[in-house]
Structure formats: structure tokens, C-alpha cells
């Protein structure tokens, strides 16, 4: 079993940057991939970028492309969402998300979530 824990949330200004971070800790050997989904008020969760444990390949959602970067560290077990020229659209609870799966954007493929950190953009 793997444990996923976010920090990093906060409240920025629009054009502002922050920077997620997931401490992964158990059976982190057991997943291919990590990834961050968002959820807004009202809204379903939606798929924001994932990365591949060994090879570090990169998946973005069209409307974060350019603006965040995932990573990771594997030595640390730790993966990371950077975001830069946040808009008031990116306000949400994040969650990072680990699966034994290919790459993916579903969510149902990820089988171990976070407890989720909030980002609020004020405009």
C-alpha cells in the first residue's frame, strides 16, 4: 500500500506561482505513475498532469500546458507540480494520485489518492 501526502496549497494572486508537493511513502514501488487532479466547488475532479516513475515522461491537461510542470524525485519518493501564471480558473482542491497503470488521465485508473491541498487564484 502506498501513502500519499500534498502540501504546498495556499492563496496566491492571479499571475502568481506555487508549488505542490507529494510525499509519497509504503509500497512505492508498486506504481508506474503519479498524478495531480484538481476538483472545484460544484465541479468533477479533473486530470492535470501525471509522470512516469522510471522515466520521468510527462502528461499534461490542454489547459495547464505551458504554465505547470510535474516532476519527481525518486530518491525522495516525492513529486512535485509547479505552477506558474495562475488564473483564477486553477482554483481547486489538488490531489496527487498514484497508479500501477500505464500513463493515464483517468482517474479510475489511480488506485491510491491524497488527501488533496487547496489552491485559491484571488483575481
Known amino acids: 500500500q502506498v501513502q500519499l501526502v500534498e502540501s504546498g496549497g495556499g492563496l496566491v494572486q492571479a499571475g502568481g506561482s506555487l508549488r505542490l508537493s507529494c510525499a509519497a511513502s509504503?509500497?512505492?514501488?508498486?506504481?508506474?505513475?503519479m498524478g495531480w487532479f484538481r476538483q472545484a466547488p460544484g465541479k468533477e475532479r479533473e486530470f492535470v498532469a501525471a509522470?512516469?516513475?522510471?522515466?520521468?515522461?510527462?502528461y499534461y491537461a490542454d489547459s495547464v500546458k505551458g504554465r505547470f510542470t510535474i516532476s519527481r524525485d525518486i530518491a525522495k519518493n516525492t513529486v512535485s507540480l509547479h505552477m506558474n501564471s495562475l488564473k483564477p480558473e486553477d482554483t481547486a482542491v489538488y490531489y496527487c494520485?498514484?497508479?500501477?497503470?500505464?500513463?493515464?488521465?483517468?482517474?479510475?485508473?489511480?488506485?491510491?489518492w491524497g488527501q488533496g491541498t487547496q489552491v485559491t487564484v484571488s483575481s
Open positions: 494520485a498514484a497508479t500501477a497503470s500505464m500513463l493515464t488521465q483517468r482517474a479510475q485508473d489511480y488506485d491510491t
Open positions: 509504503g509500497r512505492t514501488f508498486s506504481s508506474n505513475a
Open positions: 509522470i512516469t516513475r522510471s522515466l520521468g515522461i510527462t
